[in-house]
């Protein structure tokens, strides 16, 4: 298991330089690697998720597969793209923009918290399938109910309006008979559109309503234990999704990779100024040889330029005598 820990492939996932980690100590590397992990898992949690809620809405298996696998890929491109761009900028800088890295990290958390929220909706339907499909046959049932409701005052006001006009008991008696009949009718209707819908919005209600924000005498009794576990389940799968980020994020600046890299890094740039440089000089010395020029800048780290050269001290009338007066002695 250690032995698989120091992969150089999962150094990739993790969206790091494979040659500067395998310069690194073990306990750096498996690090890395851990990242790399869990950056797979999600991509598979990822298309399993999605999958099944595709499944569950369009009740295909072609589609949810091809959902689910692009929806993986878009995961594990993403993950790519932002554990690269945590990386800790190990070159010289003035260190002034901290505000706006603080501001970053917290888009990046924060979206990676919202896709980890979107993942375990279907999966919390697939872990706690039965008890939501219980409370799901109870909000059926009411809702029959209710139309049920509806439809009796609809063809009482009906009957109230034809009544004046029905001068026997028997007319009265074939009037019901016919509401009955149509209210049937459309309550049967109402059962086949049941039977046609796949609820899925109302299953993601049922496992994350905590409290009702209107109180009305009709409403369904909410299923807490329900609820919390289907929360559990959420707030873990969310944990797991900023986890690669959290771990890249709280890696010292003073730690053995990044001593390495910026070595490593300033060591490149710092030949390729110096060749730059020469060539440059040389190329100013050929076409004009009689003036003596040279690369100049007005920075004191050049080429990482965070230091800036300070501006001459203008003096005064009076130190420019006391110099005149010097140089004439």
Partial sequence: MLRFLDNKKLWWFAGEDPYILSQCSKGIRRKFSFIGILVILISLISAAGIAFGVEQILNSTMADIIIGLYFAMFVFILYLFVLYTLSRNVLPNDGSDRIGTIISYSIRIGFLILLGILVAQPLNYLIFKKSIDNELIAFKNQEVSEYNHKLNIKYAEELGKARPYLKSKSLVLKEIEKNNRLKNREIRA??????????????????????HLVNTNNQLDINILLVLLSWLVTIFLVLIFITPVLLKIFISISSEYYQIKRRVQTKVIDLHYKAFRKKYNQLLLDKYPEANLSLTTLYVDPPYNTIRKSKPELLGQDAFIKWLCNESN
Wanted: proline share 0%.
């Fill in 190 to 211: 109402l059962l086949e559109n049941q039977k046609e819908r796949n609820y899925f919005i109302r299953k993601i209600l049922i496992q994350n309503t905590l409290f």
